[in-house]
């Protein structure tokens, strides 16, 4: 595979991992008004691979610590050409914690200084 190519494989992974990032996003596009604000985590998995995914309802009022160990939800919908891969981002209590070399440290709100 290559960057842009049309060439991938598919491999199987564990959909668990820890949380390298998030941010919340409160602009959103005309059309997308109901939609937010919402909460996207870059997850690290733990197979190998990232992840970029809207939290779900464990983080509900809350965005996840960097670090933060969470597991992967997948929800297919649809059949043929309608047929969607939703993925979201859920707390893990079970799962191991990260390396200490990816633990980073999360920006504050906006407006707060460190």
């Known amino acids: 595979p290559r960057c842009l190519g049309g060439e991938f494989t ?64 997948i929800d297919c919908r649809g059949r043929g050409d309608e047929r969607r891969v939703l993925l979201r981002v859920e707390r893990d209590e079970n799962a191991q914690p990260p390396p200490e070399t990816a633990v980073g440290r999360q920006a504050p709100p906006r407006g707060e200084k460190r």
């Open 10 to 73: 598919l491999e199987a992974v564990e959909p668990v991992g820890h949380v390298l990032s998030s941010t919340t996003i409160h602009a959103l596009p005309a059309g997308f008004e109901d939609g937010g604000p919402f909460t996207l985590a870059l997850v690290e998995l733990r197979g190998g691979g990232r992840v970029l995914a809207p939290t779900g309802a464990s983080f509900e009022g809350h965005r996840p610590a960097i670090g933060q160990a969470v597991r992967i939800e």
